[in-house]
């Protein structure tokens, strides 16, 4: 999301995560931030797993642009 940057917390990450598919954009800042809540697992459900899991698999399948 070129110039609006999420925060990324484990109350928002769907909320995060759908506005983040809808544009097509990820910053690098909200990618580092993922991957430190993706990789704290006492604080992260399995349902939002999955949901961040979203957002990888679209970056891997080039579906969404990181910018900086």
């Known amino acids: 999301m070129?110039?609006?940057t999420l925060?990324?917390?484990a109350s928002n990450i769907?909320?995060?995560v759908n506005s983040i598919l809808e544009s097509g954009y990820l910053s690098r800042q909200?990618?580092?931030q993922?991957?430190?809540l993706f990789l704290s697992d006492f604080l992260v459900t399995d349902e939002q797993r999955?949901?961040?899991n979203r957002i990888f698999d679209e970056l891997q399948r080039?579906?969404?642009q990181?910018?900086?």
């Open 62 to 64: 080039k579906r969404l």
């Open 30 to 32: 909200e990618y580092l």
């Open 14 to 16: 769907e909320q995060s």
């Open 50 to 52: 999955s949901q961040m």
């Open 2 to 4: 070129a110039g609006n």
């Open 34 to 36: 993922l991957m430190n």
């Open 7 to 9: 925060s990324f917390s």
């Open 66 to 68: 990181l910018t900086q």
